[in-house]
């Protein structure tokens, strides 16, 4: 199974742009699809997007398309979440994801590996 460690979160003005990153070790990064969540204040935990092993297939929300870009680098055992445009709504906990069943499987959120989550807060 592998660990995963988010980092990259903090507040922010609604306009800004941060750059979310995810650390994994144990098992081979490159054989898990990844993907990020999301969970705000009061809400359900979130799809926001999802890539394939090899980075050649991204999926996203429709709340986020256009504005965030999921990607990773194998070499370096990392996922990213570059966002843009933020708003106060993207206001969460932002998790990363991993599970070898395909990117379809990551959406669904039932993978085999969470993180511990990154507090991105987006003042108005």
């Known amino acids: 199974q592998v660990q995963l460690v988010e980092s990259g979160g903090g507040l922010v003005q609604a306009g800004d742009s941060l750059r979310l990153s995810c650390a994994a070790s144990?098992?081979?990064?490159?054989?898990?699809?990844m993907g990020w969540f999301r969970q705000g204040p009061g809400k359900e935990r979130e799809f926001v997007a999802a890539?394939?092993?090899?980075?050649?297939?991204?999926s996203y929300a429709d709340s986020v398309k256009g504005r965030f870009t999921i990607s990773r680098d194998n070499a370096k055992n990392t996922l990213y979440l570059q966002m843009n445009s933020l708003k106060f709504e993207d206001t969460a906990v932002y998790y990363c994801?991993?599970?070898?069943?395909?990117?379809?499987?990551?959406?669904?959120?039932?993978?085999?590996?969470w993180g511990q989550g990154t507090q991105v807060t987006v003042s108005p």
């Open positions: 144990g098992r081979t990064f490159s054989s898990y699809d």
């Open positions: 994801a991993a599970d070898h069943g395909g990117i379809y499987q990551v959406k669904t959120g039932k993978v085999n590996s």
């Open positions: 890539i394939s092993r090899s980075g050649t297939i991204k």
